[in-house]
């Protein structure tokens, strides 16, 4: 086993682990009291998070001055700047951002959020699994598919199972994946993994396309829409433009923007993200997240106004 130490001193801007892992961009992460997802709050906390990183399990938590990490065979350290974007100007990005309320509550809420670059067929699988389903099942779900279709990994005594390939997802059946509660979406996943498999339609194919044409491009993928495909493009390609509409974002607009007219998503995402100024996707996750926890933050007395 390996171990080794990201200094926070080499990173630019804030960074929060707790608030990137756990803000609904990413669901392959597990903290090792195994209630990723479950807390209403945040915490102070040191808990280790794991994940399968390409061929090895790694482990990691903050401390006070750190990232400490644990890894089975190799240091994972640049794998780690890449996947939660450690290296990105977060202090430039968030001064960028437009004077708005919303903005400025949430940002202030969590200053250490960092939208994450994680790997692309577990993204575009997790989001068609986030139709009318809460983060915490989704959670649960992409958990379910490393252990029944994933590789195991040791780690230590333990075992860690990465999210299943394309090929070894599309050999599912829709049966096995409705009985593991995938239910209406169980074709969608299969259908879309044999695209990605058989090399039907790649991330290549999508990253290096303007965003709206990117954004269409990815709902040719089974179960993909608008939304879905904007959550793809900002959590796993590289895209800062995509502003998701979901419900507390479209709630975020009836109550802080009234005069944005909600129409076609197309129509309505041009306008919020005139709003959201030249980094619309990072103040959407910002947004999102403190909107989920804007009640238990109150209650807490964290909430910034």
Same mark, same amino acid.
């Given at each position: 086993?390996?171990?080794?130490?990201?200094?926070?001193?080499?990173?630019?801007?804030?960074?929060?682990?707790? %608030?990137?892992? !756990?803000?609904?961009?990413?669901?392959?992460?597990?903290?090792?009291?195994? &209630?990723?997802?479950?807390?209403?709050?945040?915490?102070?906390?040191?808990?280790?998070?794991?994940?399968?990183?390409?061929?090895?399990?790694?482990?990691?938590?903050?401390?006070?001055?750190?990232?400490?990490?644990?890894?089975?065979?190799?240091?994972?350290?640049?794998?780690?700047?890449?996947?939660?974007?450690?290296?990105?100007?977060?202090?430039?990005?968030?001064?960028?951002?437009?004077?708005?309320?919303?903005?400025?509550?949430?940002?202030?809420?969590?200053?250490?959020?960092?939208?994450?670059? !994680?790997?692309?067929?577990?993204?575009?699988?997790?989001?068609?699994?986030?139709?009318?389903?809460?983060?915490?099942?989704?959670?649960?779900?992409?958990?379910?598919?490393?252990?029944?279709?994933?590789?195991?990994?040791?780690?230590?005594?333990?075992?860690?199972?990465?999210?299943?390939?394309?090929?070894?997802?599309?050999?599912?059946?829709?049966?096995?994946?409705?009985?593991?509660?995938?239910?209406?979406?169980?074709?969608?996943?299969? !259908?879309?993994?044999?695209?990605?498999?058989?090399?039907?339609?790649?991330?290549?194919?999508? &990253?290096?396309?303007?965003?709206?044409?990117? &954004?269409?491009?990815?709902? !040719?993928?089974?179960?993909?829409?608008?939304?879905?495909?904007?959550?793809?493009?900002?959590?796993?390609?590289?895209?800062?433009?995509?502003?998701?509409?979901?419900?507390?974002?479209?709630?975020?607009?009836?109550?802080?923007?009234?005069?944005?007219?909600?129409?076609?998503?197309?129509?309505?995402?041009?306008?919020?993200?005139?709003?959201?100024?030249?980094?619309?996707?990072?103040?959407?996750?910002?947004?999102?997240?403190?909107?989920?926890?804007?009640?238990?933050?109150?209650?807490?007395?964290? %909430?910034?106004?």
């Amino acid at each position: 086993m390996e171990s080794g130490t990201i200094p926070l001193s080499s990173i630019p801007g804030p960074f929060d682990l707790q %608030a990137t892992l !756990e803000s609904g961009q990413t669901f392959l992460w597990t903290r090792a009291d195994e &209630r990723t997802y479950l807390d209403p709050a945040p915490r102070e906390g040191t808990d280790w998070y794991r994940t399968a990183l390409d061929d090895q399990v790694v482990a990691v938590r903050q401390t006070g001055d750190a990232l400490e990490w644990r890894a089975t065979e190799r240091d994972p350290t640049e794998a780690l700047r890449d996947r939660l974007r450690l290296d990105d100007e977060m202090a430039q990005m968030l001064a960028s951002l437009p004077d708005d309320p919303l903005i400025d509550a949430a940002t202030a809420a969590f200053p250490g959020l960092r939208v994450v670059d !994680e790997p692309f067929f577990p993204t575009l699988v997790s989001f068609i699994l986030s139709a009318q389903m809460r983060v915490e099942r989704i959670h649960s779900l992409v958990q379910s598919l490393g252990e029944t279709y994933g590789q195991p990994l040791s780690f230590g005594e333990e075992t860690v199972y990465a999210f299943p390939t394309p090929e070894e997802l599309a050999a599912a059946t829709e049966r096995e994946l409705r009985d593991l509660g995938l239910g209406y979406r169980a074709p969608y996943v299969l !259908e879309s993994a044999a695209m990605v498999a058989d090399g039907t339609l790649s991330a290549d194919d999508i &990253r290096s396309l303007p965003y709206e044409e990117a &954004r269409t491009r990815a709902t !040719e993928f089974v179960g993909v829409g608008e939304k879905v495909a904007d959550c793809v493009l900002l959590f796993s390609l590289g895209f800062t433009d995509p502003v998701p509409l979901d419900t507390w974002i479209r709630s975020a607009i009836e109550e802080y923007v009234p005069d944005i007219e909600v129409t076609t998503y197309r129509d309505t995402s041009r306008a919020i993200r005139e709003r959201f100024g030249p980094y619309p996707g990072i103040a959407q996750t910002y947004v999102f997240h403190y909107l989920r926890h804007r009640e238990a933050l109150t209650a807490a007395g964290r %909430a910034q106004q």
